[in-house]
């Protein structure tokens, strides 16, 4: 079976697309296309109701990639002898005390003994369960020191899209605070408190309605740093049950927020990696009337 790109022509749901795509194919066959090769958007997607739209673009997996991609519908989008980049889905956790949780790294782990690799994969940095995107892990405890002794001069840019509420003003800027955290999450100061200095530049992109389509790139990566300070802001983001408004009505199922670009400097080659991946088109949605 060969990598197939569909264009939706009518208002169709997933599994009807692959029955008609595939109409000699068996039903199992419909559920394994639907369980481990559909692509949207740069996401895997494994809802058999998923709702397509006219103009969208259906990815199915050929098996020349089969090897490319993890159980759990995790893409690998850049992998080489030292690390791994995936593209973590929602509601993930990168990494965990707890040997029973299902994690990115136990994910990648399997992934490794699957081909029947000696190495094991090793926590660079983190997003939070419900954010999406662009995620490094090391496959070795020495690739993850060197990232740690020297991650601001080797991670040189990353960058999230989030969906606010309402559009903050000016539509560019800075913001710095300091962050502490206490038992109900992270509070942000903007004065010096002795907590730690948070910095992320932002920039609207699209305003509609209720929402705006805000970029941010960070010089600093605290824990929650762009929830708590768009929040600060007055705009907070979308579906965040802790620094979100309470009364959440919007039309998204997920935290609104995605780390769509990632670049570093290979520590063992010393190249640039440039990554990046597609805004979800959950996100897109909202701004396309």
Request: glycine share 4%.
């Amino acid at each position: 079976m060969k990598t197939l790109e569909i264009e939706v022509k009518e208002p169709i749901k997933l599994l009807e697309l692959i029955e008609k795509t595939f109409p000699d194919s068996s039903r199992t066959k419909h559920k394994e296309i639907l369980a481990h090769r559909v692509i949207i958007a740069s996401r895997h997607i494994t809802r058999y109701d998923f709702p397509l739209v006219p103009g969208m673009k259906v990815v199915i997996e050929g098996d020349e990639n089969k090897n490319k991609l993890m159980r759990g519908n995790m893409p690998i989008v850049y992998e080489d002898r030292y690390l791994f980049v995936v593209d973590k889905p929602v509601g993930l956790l990168s990494s965990s005390t707890h040997p029973d949780d299902r994690t990115v790294i136990s994910e990648l782990n399997d992934y490794l003994i699957r081909r029947r690799s000696r190495q094991r994969a090793h926590v660079v940095h983190r997003l939070d369960r419900d954010t999406s995107g662009l995620l490094l892990v090391a496959k070795s405890k020495e690739v993850a020191r060197a990232f740690e002794k020297d991650w601001k001069e080797r991670v040189y840019d990353r960058a999230y899209v989030a969906v606010t509420w309402g559009a903050p003003v000016p539509a560019s800027g800075t913001v710095r605070s300091w962050l502490t955290e206490n038992e109900y999450g992270v509070v942000s100061s903007p004065t010096d408190n002795g907590g730690k200095l948070a910095i992320t530049n932002y920039k609207t992109l699209r305003k509609q309605g209720r929402f705006a389509l805000v970029q941010m790139n960070l010089e600093t990566g605290r824990r929650n740093q762009i929830r708590v300070q768009m929040r600060e802001l007055g705009h907070p983001l979308l579906q965040d049950p802790i620094y979100g408004y309470k009364d959440d009505n919007s039309p998204l199922k997920r935290l609104a927020l995605h780390a769509f670009k990632l670049c570093f400097r290979h520590p063992v080659t010393d190249k640039d990696i440039k990554l990046e991946t597609p805004f979800p088109q959950e996100f897109m949605a909202l701004f396309s009337k």
